[in-house]
């Protein structure tokens, strides 16, 4: 069964005792993405203050996801020997555009999304 863990709060997360490091966003200087460690579980959350431009109003938005500290390495792992490989270099095989795995009871998966963003990249979407 896959642990659950409380909403992280926007206002005290630079001080919780498992933050083990924190990335301000290079796109939005407002978001700051955080990495935790609890127990056998990564946590990696975000948060934003957001300044509707209409109201003038305030408020953090913030998102989070946990998965087993093993489920990074197989991340890694994957982007590394089926994203950026070819099907001939033992990538992916063509028409494959996911990875999944089954780790500690949790189920990830990193998939490829195709098309460009509103800034004209493309990119992988991490499930």
């Not at 926007?10 to 301000?24: D, E, G, M, Y």
């Not at 998965?67 to 494959?96: C, I, M, N, V």
Request: proline share 6%; net charge negative.
């Amino acid at each position: 069964m896959m642990k659950q863990f409380p909403e992280i709060n926007p206002l005290t997360i630079k001080q919780h005792p498992n933050l083990v490091a924190s990335l301000p966003d290079d796109q939005q200087p407002t978001k700051t993405w955080y990495f935790l460690i609890i127990d056998d579980y990564m946590l990696i959350a975000n948060a934003t203050y957001f300044t509707d431009l209409e109201t003038n109003e305030s408020e953090w938005l913030h998102y989070q996801i946990e998965f087993p500290k093993q489920g990074l390495l197989w991340y890694l792992d994957s982007l590394r020997t089926k994203f950026f490989k070819t099907e001939a270099g033992g990538g992916l095989p063509k028409g494959k555009f996911h990875d999944e795995a089954l780790i500690e009871g949790e189920r990830l998966k990193l998939g490829r999304c195709f098309g460009l963003g509103a800034d004209g990249r493309g990119g992988a979407m991490h499930l």
